[in-house]
Nanobody, 123 residues
Framework: VQLQASGGGLVQAGGSLRLSCAVSGFRSRDYGISWFRQAPGKEREGISH???????YYADSVKGRFTISRDNAKNTVYLQMNSLKPEDTAVYYC??????????????????WGQGTLVTVSS
């Protein structure tokens, strides 16, 4: 099983990026997938989750700016990031698991992780 995160890069504040998390060797449609991020010197934080049902969850820090979606035919989950801020700079990771809805922020709830993709937002 592999999760391949991609789409990171350098963008100016106010800009947009779309991250992709491609799952191989596993049918992801029956599982939830989350995006986490870790900024330098900070703990990893969960920012968005999509359940197998399609229900979505967001951390307050990204609500209204980020949108998570999934394409089950492509076994891929996306994170559309708009109105990016310098504080969004971090390595972004995708993770697959079956957390209960109240525990989607808990890293230990996930079975597999992607390698991370770096997002840098300049001011």
């Amino acid at each position: 099983v592999q999760l391949q995160a991609s789409g990171g890069g350098l963008v100016q504040a106010g800009g947009s990026l779309r991250l992709s998390c491609a799952v191989s060797g596993f049918r992801s449609r029956d599982y939830g997938i989350s995006w986490f991020r870790q900024a330098p010197g900070k703990e990893r934080e969960g920012i968005s989750h999509i359940r197998s049902s399609g229900a979505t969850y967001y951390a307050d820090s990204v609500k209204g700016r980020f949108t998570i979606s999934r394409d089950n035919a492509k076994n891929t989950v996306y994170l559309q990031m708009n109105s990016l801020k310098p504080e969004d700079t971090a390595v972004y990771y995708c993770a697959l698991g079956r957390p209960i809805s109240s525990a989607w922020l808990t890293s230990s709830m996930y079975y597999y992780w992607g390698q991370g993709t770096l997002v840098t937002v300049s001011s």
